[in-house]
């Protein structure tokens, strides 16, 4: 069993900055992939970053990349989601999540997950 816990977000402006955090607790955190996924009012989650568990690999969505960097310490057991340029349209709950099936971008592959952080950029 891993729990999950997501902190960072927040209400910020268009343009600006945010770096989400989600801390691990229980089996051996190291050996899982971890994603971060988001999800809208009315929207199904979607895939946004996944860093593999050694930090080798690591992949985003279109719509974020350029903009949002996705880093882990296997010492601290947490995963960080740096978000920058933030815009409207990335206003959403955030959630982590721990897979070792595989660095993939389906939730399905995923087996746990955190109870998610809000994230709302204002025009």
């Known amino acids: 069993q891993v729990q999950l816990v997501e902190s960072g977000g927040g209400l910020v402006q268009a343009g600006g900055s945010l770096r989400l955090a989600c801390a691990a607790s229980g089996r051996t955190f190291s050996r899982y992939n971890m994603g971060w996924f988001r999800q809208a009012p009315g929207k199904e989650r979607e895939f946004v970053s996944v860093i593999s568990w050694n930090g080798s690999y690591r992949n985003y969505a279109d719509s974020v990349k350029g903009r949002f960097t996705i880093s882990r310490d296997n010492a601290k057991n947490t995963v960080y989601l740096q978000m920058n340029s933030l815009k409207p349209e990335d206003t959403a709950a955030y959630f982590c999540?721990?897979?070792?099936?595989?660095?993939?971008?389906?939730?399905?592959?995923?087996?746990?997950w955190g109870q998610g952080t809000q994230v709302t950029v204002s025009s």
């Open positions: 999540a721990a897979s070792d099936l595989g660095v993939a971008t389906t939730p399905s592959t995923y087996d746990y």
